[in-house]
């Protein structure tokens, strides 16, 4: 690199999309695990109905379940957009607003899996195009 040339090429350019699209799985994948342990360790050893009477109690609880709604609302008018099937984005919408983020996790690692390392398309969807 002679004079201060420090052009990057087009294949440092692709590996490092490429990096951040497994990266951006990894944690995908990771919000699906976690997801799948805190589900599994409040089914198996909460009271759903009862401990959900003491949350929405406090007015903390209430805040938590505002801000956990809209964080919701939001991934899911992202999955409408992006989807080419209604049907498709109301089951994903449902599975959104009743697993959480376990949902969102999975669908996001399906998100990128099918962009093909395109953040274009895994963050537009069917408007990619």
């Known amino acids: 690199m002679e004079g201060g040339d420090y052009s990057v090429t087009p294949l440092a350019i692709v590996a490092g999309i490429l990096c951040c699209m497994v990266l951006a799985k990894i944690v995908a994948l990771l919000g699906v695990l976690a997801m799948s342990v805190a589900l599994f360790h409040g089914f198996a050893n909460g009271d759903f109905f009862g401990e959900g009477r003491q949350l929405v109690a406090m007015p903390w609880g209430i805040v938590?379940?505002?801000d956990l709604y809209t964080g919701f609302v939001l991934f899911s008018a992202w999955i409408i957009y992006r989807e080419r099937s209604v049907p498709v984005a109301v089951l994903w919408t449902i599975a959104m607003m009743?697993?959480?983020?376990?949902?969102?996790s999975l669908y996001t690692f399906i998100a990128l899996h099918r962009s093909g390392g395109d953040w274009r398309r895994?963050?537009?969807g069917r408007h990619a195009s």
């Open 64 to 66: 938590s379940l505002v």
């Open 98 to 104: 009743t697993l959480g983020f376990f949902a969102g």
């Open 122 to 124: 895994f963050w537009l």
